[in-house]
């Protein structure tokens, strides 16, 4: 039996997923990339899990997409198999929050990965780049789209036109990241920050989660309606009810995630 390529663990209300294949630097192959989209999906689906995290090890978040089996890829494998958009795109469906714990390099795919989570928390050892120009391909999942607007375009472009990368202290003055924690305590300290978001109210945090996620995809006016019908919307919730009761009557909340 070979190793499976990720491993999933519920540690109570939260999902953990974590990448592994070693010897390869967690390179993001097909097999890699089913299984990350089914793992997410289960947890998404799942009713006791509020939020999940991806991991790494201490050396690599992944590095990037398997190089040994993109090389031999023609033009006809990616476009008729939808290559990274097959798999990719779930991520972006995942509506409960997603963080990435991150340790070592985060390249390539594997930062682009940590791109597409809703926050990034490096270890003090983390490197981000996409350094695809060196292989003559680009950043093809994301991120030359969702860089700039994390970043900006001045830092963005230099990373994606000379594969410069970023150490996890110029990656959190850019924005890039959420958190820099000590390597030996990243889980730990992502792990608590997962539970922590997990206990509030999971219909509340799928909205929260929507509504940033507008504020890329369309107008200040557009995003600010659609944040105001989501805000006159949590006043059908139990939970919101209950939050705001709780809060007056000094007591810890009881939410029924609905
Ligand atoms: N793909 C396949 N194998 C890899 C990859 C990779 N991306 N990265 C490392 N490995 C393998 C190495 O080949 C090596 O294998 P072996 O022991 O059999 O020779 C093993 O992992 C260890 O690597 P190194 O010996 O190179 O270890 P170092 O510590 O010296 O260096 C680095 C580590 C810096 C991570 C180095 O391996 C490296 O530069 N890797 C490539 C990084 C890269 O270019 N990433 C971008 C890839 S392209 C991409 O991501 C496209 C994104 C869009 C598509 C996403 C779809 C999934």
Not at 34 to 39: E, M, Q, T
Not at 54 to 67: L, Q, R
Request: proline share 3%; charged share 20%; hydrophobic share 50%.
């Amino acid at each position: 039996m070979s190793e499976p390529v990720i491993l999933t663990e519920n540690r109570g209300r939260v999902g953990l997923i974590t990448f592994n294949r070693p010897a390869q630097m967690n390179a993001l192959n097909s097999a890699v990339m089913d299984a990350l989209g089914a793992a997410l999906l289960a947890f998404d689906a799942d009713e006791g899990i509020g939020a999940i995290v991806i991991t790494g090890n201490t050396k690599a978040f992944a590095a990037g997409a398997d190089i040994a089996e993109m090389a031999e890829f023609s033009y006809s494998d990616v476009y008729n198999t939808q290559f990274i958009t097959r798999n990719w795109e779930i991520i972006r469906r995942v509506r409960k929050p997603v963080l990435a714990a991150v340790a070592g390099v985060a390249l390539g795919g594997g930062c682009e990965l940590a791109l597409a989570c809703d926050i990034i928390v490096a270890a003090d050892s983390a490197r981000f780049g996409l350094p695809e120009i060196k292989l003559a391909i680009l950043p093809g999942a994301g991120g030359t789209q969702r860089l700039p607007r994390a970043i900006g375009k001045a830092k963005a472009m230099d990373m994606c036109l000379s594969a410069r990368l970023l150490d996890a202290a110029e990656a959190e003055q850019s924005g890039l990241v959420s958190r820099v924690v000590p390597a030996a305590e990243l889980l730990e300290k992502t792990l608590e920050l997962a539970t922590k978001i997990a206990g509030f109210s999971a219909q509340a945090l799928m909205v929260v989660k929507e509504a940033v996620n507008r504020a890329w995809e369309s107008s200040l006016a557009e995003g600010i309606l659609f944040e105001r019908r989501e805000l006159h919307a949590r006043f059908a919730s139990a939970d919101a009810h209950e939050g705001m009761r709780a809060f007056l009557e000094k007591r810890p909340p009881i939410f029924q995630h609905r």
